[in-house]
């Protein structure tokens, strides 16, 4: 995805990330990072933005109905409320000779930090610790479900995307946004099964979603509560 700009005759500008796809009409989303547009490849940029205007009144609340709905960034200090799986979890953040290994015990998230008002510090060594977690955790259930789905298991990668869960390519190379690991299992496997059926269908046609449907049965309602859930998933 690349990142534009919508000027407004009022001269607000408004950030949007677009992605061109072979498709005939113009499609937006309003997620966590924003407004996401995805066009059809050979329109161009003058009839896109045209179009977008025209669309500015619904884009503006969309926007202003999302950031009333984020909550509130999370304070970076010594029982700071976190998600692990779905669990509530909290950071236990203490001071100490050395920065040391992070450690999970008893429900809290061990952070020693020789400095704990850099917050950078802290956020940093909390998100390797996901990352690291996530990449066994993710590993294991892609292992599951590929067996499921008669496929070799494919190369995984984590992601850092702003707008997307995962992702499949043609290479069979599978990435999977580290985020995911706050969230409650079945939603995890969800995502799995979703790029994982890409592996038979590269694409989002019927016959994707019976194979998503073939290795997750209710992916509906994941798939909305997943949706429901992405602003909390992006707090950090």
């Known amino acids: 995805m690349s990142e534009y700009h919508l000027a407004l005759p009022d001269g607000e500008c408004i ?17 966590s990072s924003g407004l996401i547009v995805h066009a059809p490849k050979r329109i161009s940029q003058t009839a896109l933005e045209s179009a977008l205007l025209d669309k500015a009144g619904w884009i ?13 960034p999370i304070r970076w200090e010594d029982g700071a409320a976190l998600k692990l799986l779905g669990n509530d979890i909290r950071l236990s953040l203490r001071a100490d000779t050395r920065n040391r290994k992070v450690t999970f015990e008893q429900g809290a998230l ?38 499921r789905l008669g496929v070799p298991v494919p190369r995984l990668y984590l992601s850092n995307a702003r707008s997307r869960w995962g992702s ?3 290479r ?15 939603l995890i496997n ?5 790029e994982l059926a890409h592996l038979k269908e590269m694409n ?25 859930r992405s602003a909390d998933l992006h707090q950090f």
Request: include cysteine; charge should be positive; glycine fraction near 2%.
């Open 190 to 194: 969800y995502v799995v099964c979703h």
């Open 168 to 170: 499949c390519n043609s």
């Open 15 to 31: 950030p949007y990330q677009l992605e061109r796809r072979p498709r005939r009409t113009i499609g937006l989303k309003i997620g």
């Open 172 to 186: 069979s190379e599978i990435r999977l946004n580290w985020r995911l690991l706050q969230a409650p299992p079945h």
């Open 110 to 147: 061990h952070v020693r930090l020789t400095d704990t008002s850099d917050s950078d510090a802290i956020v940093a060594r909390v998100v390797q610790w996901y990352k690291k977690e996530a990449l066994a955790d993710f590993e294991r259930r892609l292992q599951l479900y590929a067996a």
């Open 204 to 228: 989002h046609s019927v016959r994707f979603w019976a194979v998503v449907e073939s290795l997750y049965p209710d992916y509906r309602t994941a798939k909305r509560t997943l949706k429901q």
């Open 60 to 72: 503006r609340k969309k926007l202003q109905q999302m950031a009333a709905s984020r909550p509130a």
